[in-house]
């Protein structure tokens, strides 16, 4: 759900401001567990991202779209977070693929391979990979999140795939 | 490979975790509370500076992967003396037997840090300390040979000065199926500067998450 803002929308207590992010809310710890493989620190990005938000929600434009100005916001908190873990105290989260007794097959092998290689993206690059696969965006709301045009949004997915070798085929475009 | 390969090959990879119920009620809550506290750049870049400095030890492992062969009966009996409820905490009890004993150990402040055991295959690694004496948990840094595995986590206390480190993904294995892990150790609650370093073989660490599966290659 695109959550959209008119001059009336805007919030002016907590409970207000949380009742208006609140569907942008999954998508936003989505993106968030995507770029720091931590459930606990994606719920510590999401609640400090929605903070800085409502604080600087004044510079939000009336009539434009909630969900990328707030994606943008959690994203660059996930920058943040992911820079100042070589001093800051976070506890190590638990498995994020709620799997079953299985055998380790080839496939899970390959999986904990491109997992690695994911992390080891560059922040932008793993930005557009995280909102174009795992959050199912278009290239329109990915570069809208990014602030850069859809065909720099595609050029930047196209070149992640190919550092994890997944080897794109012409990338769609809605 | 179309998009949709890629889309599902990338979601197997990353994983699901389910949308936490209580995150608006914590999104209300964050916005009652007063912002968080600057933190200038330079104390970040002299904290990171001591954070890699401090205490290095190199480990060894052994890891699984599907090119091993099958170990013909991985023994649930730990090979190292570590409190049932701790090797139960790591759910690792089926493969108690592959958890390596290491012996490395430094002193940090007035605290004995010692790593006592290791265990690692494709989707876990675990590393087992012991504390002395045992009072809050030491923070911990690793790296395997691509980069930071955890750049900085806090350890959870176990009983009688366990602390124990559970990461769920296995660390980068080169040739031989052998990661190289280094880790820094530090006492968050001690502002002092430590040095020391030590080094460590393993003997073998093995991978099996359960007690069906289990492949390893002993050396």
Redesign the interface.
Known sequence: MAASVDEEATPRD??A??AL??PV??AA??LA??ML?S?EA??DA???A??KA??SFGRFRAGSEMKPWLLAIVANECRRQL?????????????????G????????????D???A?Y?LPHDQRLV?VLR??L?LSFDEVAAVLKISAKAAKSRTYRA?ERLR????V??DE | ???NE??S????????????PA??A???A????P??PG?PRL??VV??VL?AIIVLSLVYVRV???TLRPAAHPSPTPSVPLPAALIEQTHLQAAAGLITPEHLSTTIGTRQVGLIAAYA???HTVLFFEVLPATAGI?L?LWDE??FV?????L?TGPDGYQV??????P?AGPGSIAHLTASVTD?FDPSIYRARATGTSRSIC????A??C?CDLL
Do not use: K
Not at chain 1, 83 to 96: A, E, Q, T
């Open positions: 907590a409970a401001f949380v992010v609140e809310l999954p710890y989505r567990v995507g493989r459930r994606a719920e999401v609640q400090e929605m903070f409502w604080r820079r100042n873990r070589w001093w800051s105290v976070i506890r190590s989260g638990g498995p994020l693929l709620d799997s007794p299985t055998s380790p097959s080839e496939m899970d092998v390959q999986g904990a491109l997992r690695r994911l080891q990979v696969y795992y199912d795939l997944l080897s794109p085929e990338l769609a | 490979m179309n998009e890629i889309r090959r990338l979601r197997d990879a990353m994983g699901e975790s389910e949308y936490p995150l608006s914590n999104v209300a964050r916005l009652n509370q912002p968080s933190r104390l970040a904290a990171g954070a699984n992967s599907t295959d494709y989707r923070e840094g691509t980069g955890v750049p900085a986590t806090q959870g480190f559970d990461h769920y993904s296995g980068y968050p991978g099996c998450s359960q069906s599966t492949r």
